[in-house]
């Protein structure tokens, strides 16, 4: 059974980071294409960042150069490091997994499995 868990989320002050986790359970890590997602209130989920099977990584406009996408595979984890952190930011961000390869994704209705999702929160 695929699960996904999230962790890492927090209030911060806008300039500030923080640095997500996705623990990831009952599949072969390496094999599946990742990606972390958001959504704020009253808005739509957004792609932020993708990885490809390959290591291959994706990126939405809006957080280009100041999120950084990774993953652990002796630690089954992916990361989503966040820097530079501004008011806008904050939502519920969640990870998500999908067994095909998927380059350039940022599409949640492209992904099969899903963690709960941590809040972060950004202040002005």
């Known amino acids: 059974q695929v699960q996904l868990v999230e962790s890492g989320g927090g209030s911060v002050q806008a300039g500030g980071s923080l640095r997500l986790s996705c623990a990831t359970y009952g599949y072969f890590f390496d094999s599946f294409s990742m990606g972390w997602f958001r959504q704020a209130p009253g808005k739509e989920r957004e792609g932020v960042a993708n990885?490809?099977?390959?290591?291959?990584?994706t990126y939405a406009d809006s957080v280009k150069g100041r999120f950084t996408i990774s993953q652990d595979s002796a630690k089954n984890t992916l990361y989503l490091e966040m820097a530079e952190l501004k008011p806008e930011d904050t939502a519920m961000y969640s990870c998500a997994a999908d067994p095909r390869w998927l380059r350039n994704e940022l599409r949640p209705s492209e992904y099969r499995y899903w963690g709960q999702g941590t809040q972060v929160t950004v202040s002005s």
């Open positions: 990885i490809a099977p390959d290591g291959a990584k």
